[in-house]
């Protein structure tokens, strides 16, 4: 069993930056890839970017690609998102999450990961 909390979330206006934060804790004596994925008002839980165990290999959308910057600490089990240049359509609850099968590939869809964090609201003000 893995908890995840993540933190950070907030309001913001347009162009400024938030930085989220996950913490991951119980059964993490492995290798684990890790992500990010955000869900707006009826909409679905869409991609935002994910690391590999190493932090050498990454993925980001498109829609966040040279804004957003992943990373983690292995030391103290944290993921973090840097988020400049915010937008009004980044609003969304933030969702970190781990793929415990998956050490150095990180996957872009939802369904590898075995674990969620319970979200934290980001909200960007035009």
């Known amino acids: 069993q893995v908890q995840l909390v993540e933190s950070g979330g907030g309001l913001v206006q347009a162009g400024g930056s938030l930085r989220l934060s996950c913490v991951a804790s119980?059964?993490?004596?492995?290798?684990?890839?890790m992500g990010w994925f955000r869900q707006a008002p009826g909409k679905e839980r869409e991609f935002v970017a994910a690391i590999n165990w190493y932090g050498r290999s990454t993925a980001y959308a498109d829609s966040v690609k040279g804004r957003f910057t992943i990373s983690r600490d292995n030391a103290k089990n944290t993921l973090y998102l840097q988020m400049n240049s915010l937008k009004p359509e980044d609003t969304a609850v933030y969702y970190c999450?781990?793929?415990?099968?998956?050490?150095?590939?990180?996957?872009?869809?939802?369904?590898?990961?075995?674990?969620w964090g319970q979200g934290t609201q980001v909200t960007v003000s035009s």
């Open positions: 999450a781990i793929d415990l099968a998956r050490a150095t590939i990180p996957a872009r869809v939802p369904s590898p990961y075995d674990y």
């Open positions: 119980g059964r993490t004596d492995r290798s684990y890839a």
